[in-house]
């Protein structure tokens, strides 16, 4: 007769416990923050959500009619939104705002869509000053503080076309290209010191500077606006959708929580699969 089968039975009761995963961690009370053309689109989404999650955020725009109304949406939340009047192409002034910011949130852009031979030249230096040198200055201006206290958090907001070219927009692809490189050299020197520095990377986004587009696209690809949407902005996207600058906000401060300490020098990218292609 076959000796019985035996089957393993349940874990003793002195096997140690699997360790508990901690939950996302929101809160920056005591936290300053410091946002870039936070007045509209991804900026004052972004400005908002650091604040609700209890961070002293330091708005930054030339716009002071969209620093006033961001300042009456933000009343009643956990942190505080403090505006900031500035014209980024003062690149002395941008330094020097940056002081004392824990986290920087570089996202200030602008557009223009021309085919190369007709870009304006000023146009192309105003886009590069205020996309690429701004951001450098600024980066420059917060890393003493953060690197005296061995923490700090960089943000910077740039784009699908930082990993991928558009024709037509010159400017803002070499401005988002070059945002990339210093992002990741800010990576590699702040690492040491407690200091993340990483890229967003979000496709189109609900926001005014996308919407300023479809004319000029259309005029650029020779089609109506209406088909501007679905015949290029969202060509190359898996979901055809634009994306909410809210959405865009939750990326941003994931990458201020502990949980994403590991995380530095790379790309996050929000494209609807266009780089899957």
């Not at 259309?218 to 290029?232: C, K, N």
């Not at 969202?234 to 600058?245: N, T, V």
Request: net charge negative.
């Amino acid at each position: 007769m076959s000796a019985p089968i035996t089957r393993p039975g349940p874990p003793a009761d002195t096997a140690a416990p699997l360790p508990r995963a901690a939950g996302l961690a929101l809160d920056l009370t005591g936290r300053t923050a410091l946002v870039t053309g936070a007045a509209g689109g991804i900026g004052r989404a972004c400005a908002l959500r650091l604040a609700a999650a209890g961070a002293r955020v330091r708005a930054v725009d030339r716009s002071a009619e969209g620093l006033d109304a961001l300042g009456a949406r933000a009343l009643g939340l956990t942190g505080a939104v403090e505006p900031l009047l500035l014209d980024l192409t003062d690149l002395d002034a941008a330094e020097t705002a940056a002081a004392g910011a824990d986290i920087l949130v570089n996202n200030a852009g602008l557009q223009l869509v021309r085919p190369i031979e007709e870009f304006p030249p000023d146009v192309f230096h105003t886009v590069l000053t205020v996309m690429l040198e701004a951001p450098f200055r600024l980066i420059r201006g917060a890393l003493p503080h953060m690197y005296a206290q061995g923490w700090g958090r960089i943000v910077n907001l740039s784009s699908v076309h930082g990993l991928r070219a558009s024709a037509f927009k010159s400017a803002y692809v070499a401005a988002k290209h070059g945002l990339e490189g210093l992002s990741k050299t800010a990576a590699l020197e702040g690492a040491p010191h407690g200091v993340t520095s990483n890229c967003v990377n979000p496709g189109y986004v609900r926001t005014p500077l996308v919407e300023r587009q479809i004319a000029d696209q259309a005029a650029a690809h020779g089609i109506p606006p209406e088909r501007v949407l679905s015949d290029v902005l969202l060509k190359d996207s898996a979901l055809k959708r634009l994306i909410e600058p809210e959405e865009v906000a939750e990326a941003v401060l994931y990458l201020c929580t502990p949980q994403a300490s590991f995380i530095t020098g790379t790309s996050l990218t929000l494209d609807g699969g266009w780089t899957a292609h």
